[in-house]
């Protein structure tokens, strides 16, 4: 715990660039502009998502989290009446947009975890693949993030 405490007070991330811009930011603003740029990236990043590749998509799944992951640390942050509204809005948006991203990725992966269990041969195998689900499934996706860009932001 003293190693901990030295390190926090004095040690070597303190002069690291990333923490020299603006070492007595508020809290609030800091999450303000962390927010703002993970909700940038989903939002450039999934662009045109029905049609991107499955990789890249994983990549927005991946980006998304980060983005749930912040919004629900922040979150003391943003009290008032209308922010809580409005993360509770937001964190909706984002669980759909994690939900259907989750699901895209589950059929991308699934032929290959088939073949390591040695089941792709198996005649029901072909249920868990749902390939008619898929057209669906990115339409949903893109709808959701669709959702996710036009929801209020809590922290504005």
């Known amino acids: 715990m003293l190693d901990l405490a030295e390190w926090a007070a004095s040690g070597d991330w303190q002069g690291a660039p990333d923490t020299m811009t603006a070492p007595d930011q508020p809290a609030r603003d800091f999450a303000i ?17 029905a049609h991107i590749e499955d990789e890249a998509r994983h990549e927005v799944r991946k980006d998304a989290k980060k983005l749930r ?21 937001f964190v909706a948006a984002l669980e759909g947009v994690q939900d ?7 059929l991308a992966t699934a032929p ?4 390591q269990l040695g089941l792709a041969d198996d005649p029901d ?32």
């Open 125 to 156: 195998a072909a249920r868990l693949l749902a390939g008619g689900k898929r057209k669906a499934l990115l339409e949903a996706a893109a709808e959701a993030h669709e959702d996710l860009i036009d929801v209020k932001r809590f922290w504005r």
């Open 69 to 89: 992951y912040a919004s629900e640390f922040f979150t003391s942050l943003f009290d008032r009446k209308r922010e809580r509204r409005r993360h509770k809005k």
């Open 100 to 106: 259907k991203l989750g699901a895209l990725n589950d």
């Open 33 to 49: 502009s962390a927010l703002d740029r993970f909700r940038r990236k989903v939002k450039r990043d999934g662009r045109d998502l």
């Open 112 to 115: 290959q975890l088939l073949e």
